[in-house]
């Protein structure tokens, strides 16, 4: 596909979530909803969610395709809505049913739109659990149904912050996972269930603030995993825009430099959803630490009445900016290419659109 520019390149949108699944789905969560009603230490059987492969294509069709079609897109790295992980509802077999359900859709995406989706895992996290189910359910995706990465929540609790700062070596089981299998995590936070937080402004953006804190105080982390790879997503929160006061507090800590710190382990995504905030972010972030992402069908589906075009849509600010054709190309495609390391396999080197495989 080419850019707004000309450019013959590979639109990969890393960021994308299946918030249009059949209700079927939705009516699942609530049964066990039900069920912990009545027993909130019921353990639940993963059971049957009834879909139809006619459903999943009528629900994406008119939606996440249609966007892409539209918006010139090629290939969307693929997730379970993330404000429905609510990882803090109900107990770890909760979470361990509802995820497998939301991951075995994915799948099926993936089955029948080989060329437009790849698929990202939610994890079955349970405030106070440990990740070893988390990286079970990730080794499951990976090796059985060749999914590319994981979303993995820092906040399972929903907005209350109980869980040990993402240095902490609580996270180390779906890390070793994560290094094992050479999949990247998006840092991803689901609904908040504490009032103060609204889930897809403050919630989402200072959850992606506080994970970049947690990573830049964190002792070990690097050192003892250093192939992991983590995305930011939201365009890093408040991150880009503060820049200046994380480069400071980082010398006053004595930590690294913050492009030490980036370098191949942490990336920020490109859904920022005006034009001064994607030109702040290539201004202050390398290029080679950002991804091309959109977060459609997301938590911002209006059109922009200064623009005319959806908020969301954000391929036109990418192709807006002004950079070079090296580093749009690095964003669009080669960077989606380095940090999800199983897309080679789904893609071939050739053709303008990376001929994609089925
Ligand atoms: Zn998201």
């Known amino acids: 596909m080419r850019d707004g520019k000309g450019l013959d390149t590979m639109i990969i949108d890393c960021h994308g979530h299946y918030t249009t699944a059949p209700v079927e789905l939705g009516e699942y969560r609530e049964a066990q909803k039900a069920q912990l009603a009545r027993d909130a230490l019921f353990e639940h059987n993963k059971g049957v969610v009834r879909i139809s492969d006619d459903q999943i294509r009528d629900s994406l069709e008119g939606a996440q395709l249609k966007l892409q079609r539209e918006r010139h897109t090629d290939l969307t790295v693929f997730s379970p809505r993330a404000s429905w992980m609510g990882h803090h509802i109900g107990n770890p077999s909760t979470s361990r049913c509802w995820t497998e359900h939301c991951n075995d859709l994915i799948h099926r995406i993936t089955q029948l739109y080989p060329g437009n989706f790849a698929g990202v895992a939610q994890l079955p996290q349970s405030p106070g659990d440990g990740l070893q189910a988390s990286a079970a359910e990730l080794e499951r995706c990976v090796t059985e149904f060749g999914f590319v990465g994981c979303n993995l929540n820092p906040d399972p609790s929903g907005g209350y912050w109980t869980s040990p700062p993402l240095g902490d070596r609580y996270w180390y089981p779906i890390y070793e996972k994560m290094s094992e299998l050479d999949v990247p995590a998006m840092v991803h936070v689901s609904a908040a269930c504490n009032p103060c937080f609204h889930t897809t402004g403050s919630h989402y953006l200072s959850a992606d603030t506080t994970a970049f804190m947690q990573m830049m105080t964190a002792d070990d982390l690097f050192t003892d995993f250093p192939d992991l790879k983590f995305i930011i997503p939201h365009g890093g929160g408040a991150v880009p825009y503060h820049w200046g006061r994380f480069r400071g ?42 991804l091309f992402a959109s977060e459609m069908v997301g938590a911002v589906r209006g059109i922009d009445p200064e623009t005319g075009h959806h908020f969301d849509d954000t391929k036109r600010y990418i192709d807006a900016a002004d950079i070079g054709d090296a580093d749009r190309k690095k964003i669009f495609e080669l960077n989606s290419r380095r940090v999800f390391s199983h897309l080679a396999s789904r893609l071939t080197a050739d053709g303008p659109t990376g001929g994609v495989q089925s």
Do not use: S, W
Not at 253 to 280: A, S, W
């Open 249 to 290: 507090l980082a010398d006053m800590m004595g930590r690294p430099p913050l492009t030490e710190l980036l370098k191949c382990n942490v990336f920020f995504d490109t859904c920022v959803y005006h034009q001064p905030g994607i030109d702040l972010l290539l201004k202050v972030i390398p290029a080679d630490n950002i």
